[in-house]
Nanobody, 124 residues
Framework: QVQLVESGGGLVQAGDSLRLSCAAS????????LGWFRQAPGKEREFVAF????????YYADSVKGRFTISRDNAKNTVYLQMNSLKPEDTGVYSC?????????????????WGQGTQVTVSS
């Protein structure tokens, strides 16, 4: 089992950058596949980014490709989401998620463990 705690959200202007962090408890962090998802008000949760256990595999939603970068530090039990060139449509609650086995990296239901989320608001 793993517990996840996100941080780093905030209110920024369009074009700014933010880095989100997700710290995990436990000694088996490196065994988990990790994802970032976001949910805007009135919308369904959507996939943002995925990273494999060693960090060698990453995938992104088309809407963030080229602007966001996911990374992980297994020694620090932390996964990051660097967000550049933020747009108002990036506004939402960002949550990290973990799963020991991966069936579908861009499907929320495939992840077993979730953080509480951190709010990102991008003003125009």
């Amino acid at each position: 089992q793993v517990q996840l705690v996100e941080s780093g959200g905030g209110l920024v202007q369009a074009g700014d950058s933010l880095r989100l962090s997700c710290a995990a408890s436990g000694r088996t962090f490196s065994r988990y596949y990790l994802g970032w998802f976001r949910q805007a008000p009135g919308k369904e949760r959507e996939f943002v980014a995925f990273i494999g256990r060693s960090g060698g595999s990453t995938y992104y939603a088309d809407s963030v490709k080229g602007r966001f970068t996911i990374s992980r530090d297994n020694a620090k039990n932390t996964v990051y989401l660097q967000m550049n060139s933020l747009k108002p449509e990036d506004t939402g609650v960002y949550s990290c998620a973990a799963t020991p086995t991966i069936v579908s990296f861009n499907t929320a239901a495939a992840y077993e463990y979730w953080g509480q989320g951190t709010q990102v608001t991008v003003s125009s």
